[in-house]
């Protein structure tokens, strides 16, 4: 098993421009989450989903939607970038309320 | 790669020794407790959980312990080593509220050969 997968692995967006991050995970976990991370700090949840068709809004999700649409995929879009969103993102999935495994992260960087 | 936890708190330990990590939690309600380990440029890393109906928990080489009274959690690495060298975070997790974690600020591990 691959485990959760993140694409890009690194970007540079110019303010307003938009983008998908891309999450993937075989380990056929119902339940995944998207993060931020700033430097020093903690992870903070941006949106999460307990199954396909199923998403809810987390701790910071203003200037972000979600989709799932397979139990496989979670990407995340940022419609008009903003430096604020400046930061590292991270992937996770979970068999229901047990462990989250985590991505190696998207390092997005707004300009 | 990415660096992660630039103001954090540090432990510097020698190689060998015994580490203590610290973690305070904010929610009496939370059922369920993880540690995580996070290298430069990496994801987070399970090291360890505990229920909330557990006081002490081992693992190869970690143990964590429980206080509920003082809501005090605490990740203890026996013979520390260079591979240690990490941030580690706790986690706490509330079932009821749809399995989301919330993460504490963090403790940077330096590991002195």
């Known amino acids: 098993n691959a485990g959760v997968t993140q694409t890009p692995k690194f970007r540079i967006l110019k303010i307003g421009q938009s983008m998908t991050l891309q999450c993937t995970q075989d380990?056929?976990?119902?339940?995944m989450y998207w993060y931020r991370q700033d430097p020093g700090m903690g992870l903070k949840l941006i949106y999460y989903?307990?199954?396909?068709?199923?998403?809810d809004k987390g701790e910071v999700p203003n200037g972000y939607n979600v989709s799932r649409s397979t139990t496989e995929d979670f990407p995340l879009r940022l419609e008009l970038a903003a430096p604020s969103q400046t930061s590292v993102y991270f992937c996770a999935s979970s068999y229901r309320e047990e462990t989250q495994y985590f991505g190696p992260g998207t390092r997005l960087l707004v300009l | 790669g990415e660096s992660v936890g630039l103001h954090l708190p540090t432990l510097s330990v020698q190689e060998g020794d015994n580490s203590i990590i610290n973690c305070a939690y904010s929610n009496s309600a939370s059922d369920y407790f993880i540690w995580y380990k996070q290298e430069s440029g990496k994801g987070p890393q399970f090291i360890i959980d505990i229920r909330s109906n557990m006081d002490k928990r081992q693992g190869q080489r970690v143990t964590v312990l429980l206080n509920k009274t003082v809501k005090h959690l605490s990740l203890q690495i026996a013979a520390t080593q260079p591979g240690d060298s990490a941030v580690y975070f706790c986690a706490e997790n509330i079932y009821a509220a749809g399995n989301k974690l919330t993460f504490g600020g963090g403790t940077r591990v330096l590991v002195k050969p």
């Open positions: 989903s307990v199954g396909a068709g199923i998403t």
């Open positions: 380990m056929n976990h119902n339940y």
